[in-house]
């Protein structure tokens, strides 16, 4: 069964608002997911369309079915994001650009996905399944070196050079291929112990590997550089982050976009600060806590 917070879009009313879906044109939403953003746009602009993008196939077949009502108003693709300025498409029309960098609940309640390490399974890990490489590839064939990188730079995790050490010296005896092979080897070498307000340190090793796996931050300014100067003036880019590292490379590449120092301003920014959730909308879906949006428009 899908969990019912996969029905729930992060920052929904905010994204509609300052992408001013109103606007009758074309929505790009560049990571799908599920289709809850598109589906309220579709559902309240009668005048828009979507062309809709994702690198999971089985979360991209479900947005089929989700968006059925609306079948003659979108056109969905089984792609990356960072390939959509090469695809043949009408960038004049474009009006809106959403990118939702967030995991939906359907991939992190999933555990044979192996994205959470609350959920007993493979260490999976891709967001695309025609992707050879599995975060237990990368634990059990990588260097010590490489592993301690990615957990230090990716999830920005204090003991990743000791926790990279013993996974190096334990997959010698015993591969390791599940989460909770993982997240016993993290919890002993970060001494764990429950306390509120602390963040468990698989979280961090969890996304480091994600990251690695999926190559998430891999192109991700040149794809804003491309797609504001392929799109008309008043298009609105709205970026949906969940980490720092996501939201640090965001904030850099509009603020040089926005920037006269370069041949010209591309963009103003319309959030001089990150929209974060309210209160009520992180009790109503937990999983928002962190979500952090960013909007700009095409000058």
């Known amino acids: 069964m899908m969990s019912q917070?996969?029905?729930?879009p992060v920052l929904l009313e905010e994204v509609l608002s300052?992408?001013?879906?109103?606007?009758?044109?074309?929505?790009?939403?560049?990571?799908?997911?599920?289709?809850?953003?598109?589906s309220e746009i579709l559902r309240r602009s009668k005048n828009a369309q979507v062309i809709g993008f994702d690198i999971d196939e089985k979360a991209l077949m479900k947005t089929k079915e989700n968006l059925k009502p609306f079948a003659d108003r979108v056109t969905l693709y089984h792609s990356d994001f960072r390939y959509i300025p090469e695809l043949k498409i009408d960038?004049?029309?474009?009006?809106?650009?959403?990118?939702?960098?967030?995991l939906s609940s359907f991939q992190l309640d999933d555990a044979q996905?192996?994205?959470?390490y609350q959920k007993k399974g493979?260490?999976?890990?891709?967001?695309?399944?025609?992707?050879?490489?599995?975060?237990?590839?990368?634990?059990?064939?990588?260097?010590?070196?490489?592993?301690?990188?990615?957990?230090r730079e990716y999830g920005e995790l204090r003991q990743a050079k000791i926790l990279a050490k013993e996974i190096y010296s334990r997959r010698k005896k015993e591969e390791i291929n599940t989460t909770s092979q993982l997240l016993k080897i993290?919890?002993?070498?970060?001494?764990?112990?429950?306390?509120?307000?602390?963040?468990?340190p698989a979280a961090r090793v969890f996304q480091a590997l994600r990251i690695e796996v999926n190559q998430e931050l891999k192109d991700l300014d040149a794809f804003l550089e491309k797609i504001v100067k392929l799109t008309p003036k008043n298009t609105r880019t709205a970026v949906i982050s969940f980490h720092s590292l996501e939201d640090r490379i965001i904030k850099q590449t509009m603020k040089k976009l926005a920037s006269s120092k370069q041949e010209r301003p591309f963009i103003t920014i319309l959030t001089?600060?990150?929209?974060?959730?309210?209160?009520?909308?992180?009790?109503?879906?937990?999983?928002?806590?962190?979500?952090?949006?960013?909007?700009?428009?095409?000058?």
């Not at 300052?18 to 598109?38: F, M, N």
């Not at 960038?91 to 967030?102: C, N």
């Not at 929209?275 to 095409?298: C, D, G, H, M, Y």
């Open 113 to 116: 996905r192996g994205f959470s």
């Open 91 to 102: 960038f004049s029309s474009i009006r809106g650009i959403l990118l939702d960098l967030g």
């Open 122 to 151: 493979p260490l999976d890990m891709r967001m695309d399944l025609r992707n050879k490489t599995t975060a237990a590839k990368i634990i059990n064939k990588s260097s010590e070196n490489k592993l301690a990188q990615i957990f």
């Open 186 to 200: 993290t919890e002993e070498i970060c001494r764990w112990r429950p306390q509120k307000g602390k963040t468990h």
């Open 5 to 8: 917070q996969a029905h729930i």
């Open 272 to 299: 001089k600060k990150p929209v974060t959730p309210a209160k009520k909308e992180i009790e109503a879906n937990f999983r928002a806590r962190s979500a952090k949006l960013r909007v700009s428009r095409n000058i």
């Open 18 to 38: 300052l992408l001013d879906t109103q606007r009758e044109g074309v929505y790009l939403d560049c990571t799908i997911g599920l289709g809850g953003h598109s």
